[in-house]
């Protein structure tokens, strides 16, 4: 069975910084592109980035360029997204996935990440 | 950026009718990489359909995808209790990815 486990979430100030990780097992995690996408509250989804199976390959909303970087450990089946220089509307449930192609199939539950003073 | 317009943002239906939604992209998408996702409340969104047309392993066949370019439609063809959801939109053929800003299914 495929599983994500994200962790890492909380409360933090603006413009300070949080590591997301995301822990996986049940699949080839090394064979995938692996995405995050959050969610506001009450709001719709939202891509954020993602990163090819070797890790050579990454892609970010404009939203975050710059802030966040995503990278991954295939030796350890995770998923990480540093996140800076956080603002206020950084505030959401972010999500990791599994992606077929660009495509994401299978999501972990979430984590909860608040900016605020 | 490729934008994503769903419609209608709300549909208000019943048990055993047929719902019709709509996604619209400002430009074409490549190879018509759009996927279709179900959210319910406090659950992560599940793939429904994927390359416009194909169903995800375990969707019941009620879920059926179409259309190319810039038009896309999900269709439910009779509708059941738990498929009261809140439905999204997904191009996955350029970067940077969109989603729809989502069509509420009500009773």
């Known amino acids: 069975e495929v599983q994500l486990v994200e962790s890492g979430g909380g409360l933090v100030q603006p413009g300070g910084s949080l590591k997301l990780s995301c822990a996986t097992s049940g699949f080839t995690f090394s064979s995938y592109w692996m995405t995050w996408v959050r969610q506001a509250p009450g709001q719709g989804l939202e891509w954020v980035a993602n990163i090819k199976q070797d890790g050579s390959e990454k892609n970010y909303a404009d939203s975050v360029k710059g802030r966040f970087t995503i990278s991954r450990d295939n030796a350890k089946n995770s998923l990480h997204l540093e996140m800076n220089s956080l603002r206020a509307e950084d505030t959401a449930l972010y999500y990791c996935?599994?992606?077929?192609?660009?495509?994401?199939?299978?999501w972990g539950q979430g984590t909860l990440v608040t900016v605020s003073s | 950026e490729i934008v994503l317009t769903q419609s209608p943002g709300t549909l208000s239906l019943s048990p055993g009718d047929r719902a019709t939604l709509s996604c619209r992209a400002s430009?074409?998408?490549?190879?018509?990489?759009l996927a279709w996702y179900q959210q319910k409340p406090g659950q992560p969104p599940r793939l429904l359909i994927d390359?416009?047309?194909t169903r995800a392993s375990g969707v019941p066949d009620r879920f059926s995808g179409s259309g190319s370019g810039t038009d896309f439609t999900l269709t439910i063809s009779r509708l059941e209790p738990e498929d009261f959801a809140v439905y999204y939109c997904h191009q996955c053929s350029h970067s940077p990815l969109t989603f729809g800003q989502g069509t509420r299914l009500e009773i």
């Open positions: 996935a599994r992606s077929s192609g660009w495509t994401s199939d299978h």
């Open positions: 430009q074409s998408v490549t190879n018509d990489y």
């Open positions: 390359d416009a047309s």
